[in-house]
């Protein structure tokens, strides 16, 4: 078990395709809160103002913010967590040198612990630190990838595109259709991004589709309602 807490490893340069999949669930997942949130301030403030100026601009500005917010806190989450593995992969080094026979024997019971007789552990152990020794030390005690770390930049433009993308939907619906049904257009277009983000996410994820579906269908009409709300309190 890791000793620390730890993302999925991501390599510099070449993804493999369980670090796509990771990409593109994260990709889903900004997708959903751009949708929520973009939808939730056009609601509150299409209540309370029937200016479609004031109401575009309203929802460009937080369909901004929140894309930026998501990308910088995004770069800083894996910024710190690209730092904390340098840092386990630099604690490591230093331990080969000064207590080499410890980081023998934690490869050892990592073997031990998965039901490798001791005289098979050690073998393998031997082995593995005599070629790769802190590659195998940092893969045993971390779950780590040596030189395997995550890009900030990437996660950051990731974060920033799919946010983006995902409260375009509410925004041209609420803004380019007719006023006189801009409201169930807004709510089937909210209904339907809400819906593909969980489609895809079960897909993703190997989870259950139609509960999927349902749950983030069900979450989108309870954040429409509630800001509906909100816009005719402060009407």
């Given at each position: 078990?890791?000793?620390?807490?730890?993302?999925?490893?991501?390599?510099?340069?070449?993804?493999?395709?369980?670090?796509?999949?990771?990409?593109?669930?994260?990709?889903?997942?900004?997708?959903?809160?751009?949708?929520?949130?973009?939808?939730?301030?056009?609601?509150?403030?299409?209540?309370?103002?029937?200016?479609?100026?004031?109401?575009?601009?309203?929802?460009?500005?937080?369909?901004l913010a929140c894309a930026?917010?998501?990308?910088?806190?995004?770069?800083?989450?894996?910024?710190?967590?690209?730092?904390?593995?340098?840092?386990?992969?630099?604690?490591?080094?230093?331990?080969?040198?000064?207590?080499?026979?410890?980081?023998?024997?934690?490869?050892?019971?990592?073997?031990?612990?998965?039901?490798?007789?001791?005289?098979?552990?050690?073998?393998?152990?031997?082995?593995?630190?005599?070629?790769?020794?802190?590659?195998?030390?940092?893969?045993?005690?971390?779950?780590?990838?040596?030189?395997?770390?995550?890009?900030?930049?990437?996660?950051?433009?990731?974060?920033?595109?799919?946010?983006?993308?995902?409260?375009?939907?509410?925004?041209?619906?609420?803004?380019?259709?007719?006023?006189?049904?801009?409201?169930?257009?807004?709510?089937?277009?909210?209904?339907?991004?809400?819906?593909?983000?969980?489609?895809?996410?079960?897909?993703?994820?190997?989870?259950?589709?139609?509960?999927?579906?349902?749950?983030?269908?069900?979450?989108?009409?309870?954040?429409?309602?509630?800001?509906?709300?909100?816009?005719?309190?402060?009407?």
């Open positions: 078990m890791s000793e620390i807490a730890i993302k999925p490893k991501k390599k510099k340069s070449t993804q493999t395709m369980e670090e796509k999949l990771n990409t593109l669930r994260a990709g889903v997942l900004g997708s959903n809160d751009g949708i929520l949130t973009v939808v939730g301030v056009l609601f509150s403030v299409a209540v309370a103002t029937p200016n479609q100026f004031t109401i575009f601009i309203a929802g460009l500005s937080d369909l930026f917010s998501m990308a910088s806190g995004e770069y800083a989450s894996v910024s710190t967590q690209k730092d904390t593995e340098e840092s386990v992969v630099r604690t490591e080094s230093r331990l080969l040198k000064t207590d080499y026979q410890a980081e023998l024997e934690a490869v050892i019971n990592h073997y031990t612990d998965r039901g490798v007789t001791e005289a098979t552990a050690t073998k393998i152990a031997n082995e593995l630190m005599a070629k790769k020794p802190l590659e195998t030390v940092v893969n045993v005690k971390y779950d780590l990838k040596l030189n395997h770390y995550m890009n900030p930049w990437y996660a950051a433009f990731s974060s920033l595109f799919s946010a983006s993308a995902g409260g375009v939907f509410p925004l041209l619906a609420m803004t380019l259709s007719p006023v006189s049904i801009q409201w169930p257009v807004t709510i089937l277009a909210v209904c339907f991004s809400v819906g593909l983000t969980g489609f895809m996410s079960a897909k993703l994820g190997n989870g259950l589709v139609k509960t999927a579906i349902i749950r983030n269908i069900i979450v989108g009409i309870i954040t429409m309602i509630i800001h509906y709300s909100v816009g005719l309190l402060l009407k």
